[in-house]
Each structure stands twice: as C-alpha cells, then as structure tokens.
C-alpha cells in the first residue's frame, strides 16, 4: 500500500509527514493535524473545480482539509480561506479543498516517462455515493431540495452498499503532472481521470447511497490538475490525454489505483473499529 502518511496520523511518527516526489523534482507533499499540503517550488497551469481556486489559475500549492461529518457547509471559500490564514499561508495562487476522509488514508502513486512524470494524490469515500444520470434528490443554485428528472429505467430497491453508508464522503483528486501539456490536453485529462474513478467505484461494488443503482461518484467530488509546463525543458507538448495516449493511460491507471486505495484503507479503518 502507498498510504505515505498512515503512521503519521495512527501512530504519532512525526518524522513521517513528508513526501518527497520522484517524478516532479522538488513537489512535497506534507501531513498537518488538520490538512494535506502539497507544494511545488514553481508556479503550475492548473484546471480545477476545487471550491477554492476553482477554474484555470496559476498556482503552487493545493490544500486537501478535513472537517468532520458534520460540518457545516454555509461558505466553504470562506472556511477555506480562514484556514490558510490561520496556517500563516498566502491565500493566491492555490486551491482548497475539503474532505471528511480520514486523512491517514491519503493515497500517493507516482508515474516517469520520457515525456512526463505524473503524481496523483487522492483521498475516496464514498457515504454520499451517487450516479450520475439517474432519477435522485438535487439542489438548484438557491440551495432548494427537489427531485431531478430521468428517463432511465426505474431504480431497484436499494441494497446494502458495499461501502458503508457511514464512511466519509467525498473524493478529491490531485493530479501533478511534470511536463507540457494544452489546455484542451487538461480538459481532456480530468475526463480520463473521472472515467477512471467511475471504474474504480463499479469495479468496489459501490452503489448510489439513495437509489442502489452503480455508483460514478459521489455528491461532492473535486478534482485538481496542475501542469508545470516549463518552456526549457524537452518535453513534449501533449494535446490529447484520452484513454488511448500514454498520458491519458498514466492518468487512468494512476487515478483508479489510488481511488481503490483510499477506499480499501478507509474499508479496514471500519473493520477495525467495529472489532474493538
């Protein structure tokens, strides 16, 4: 298992929450009490739908925060922001996200080829699972509940999940990827990525937690995918990142590797705490 920062977190060894990348020279990514940080000692194009710093941006650092179950999600960018002000960090250039995964389970794999080195760092669980495309409670932009319409074949009853419904939600995706990239190459990345998840989610026998159907994601995902794209360098630039390009085939097995991860960790986390 590539869980960088589990004796961190479970066993108080606080001389392992960093993690050095091999393929993006001088990315760290480091365990604090309360988030995952990640930083690059240059500036990256990043596409992102984080809830802080979404968009295209310029950015060096991504946050992955936790909160727990029951948090309150009035204004999460203002959370956000309140967060990095209280960690002395500049609030420009980088981008937020929450999670209600146990941090522990962070799952780190890393991919170099001659073209590109690629990082990805996730963290999945999946209590607010849900399909995309199917008949299931929805909020318009006032934040008002009602049901979204479908013309899909009628739900089965909901079964038990294979995830238990109280695993915490929630799957954020960061993607570094050290070489050159377009931005069409990015947009196209982040739909291999969420191909990959999908894979990873149907292949875990997770199911939407309200109508039972094969899950895609869950409620609240969030994905972030910087590119150094640094002109001295030789790489060359990539402009599609489907499933049938070298890139879009690292992103994939990387992504639905560490999705599969994060998901098992936080799978045993709950064995463990009901034997107790």
């Known amino acids: 298992m590539t869980l960088p920062f589990y ?4 066993n108080g060894e606080t001389d392992e929450n960093e993690y050095a990348s091999s393929s993006w020279p001088g990315l760290n990514i480091s365990a604090h009490e309360r988030h995952i940080k990640a930083q690059s000692p240059r500036s990256a194009q990043a596409l992102s739908s984080a809830v802080y710093g979404g968009g295209m941006l310029e950015l060096d650092r991504i946050f992955n925060i936790y909160v727990d179950r029951h948090y309150r999600c009035d204004d999460p960018p203002r959370d956000i922001e309140q967060a990095l002000k209280e960690w002395y960090e500049p609030r420009d250039q980088c981008a937020g996200l929450l999670t209600a995964v146990r941090l522990e389970h962070t799952s780190i794999q890393e991919y170099t080829s001659d ?3 690629l990082l990805c760092c996730t963290t999945a669980g999946v209590s607010n699972a849900a399909r995309a495309g199917s008949e299931r409670t929805v909020f318009d932009t006032a934040g008002n509940k009602t049901m979204s319409s479908s013309r899909e074949r009628s739900a089965p009853p909901a079964r038990n999940l294979t995830m238990p419904p109280y695993v915490p939600g929630t799957i954020n995706i960061m993607l570094w990827l050290n070489g050159r990239m377009t931005s069409g190459a990015m947009v196209n990345a982040v739909q291999t ?4 998840k999908a894979a990873a989610l149907a292949d875990a026998g997770v199911l939407d937690s309200e109508n039972g159907l094969p899950a895609t994601g869950t409620t609240t995902d969030a ?3 910087a590119v150094g794209q640094a002109m001295e360098e030789p790489q060359p630039m990539i402009t599609y990142a489907g499933t049938a390009t070298t890139a879009g085939a690292a992103i994939g097995r990387l992504v639905y590797d560490t999705v599969t991860e994060s998901l098992q960790a936080g799978l045993l986390w ?7």
């Open 193 to 196: 990525a969420v191909e990959a």
């Open 270 to 276: 709950k064995e463990r705490v009901r034997h107790k």
């Open 223 to 225: 994905i972030v995918i």
């Open 7 to 10: 004796n961190y977190f479970t």
């Open 115 to 117: 073209e590109f080195g």
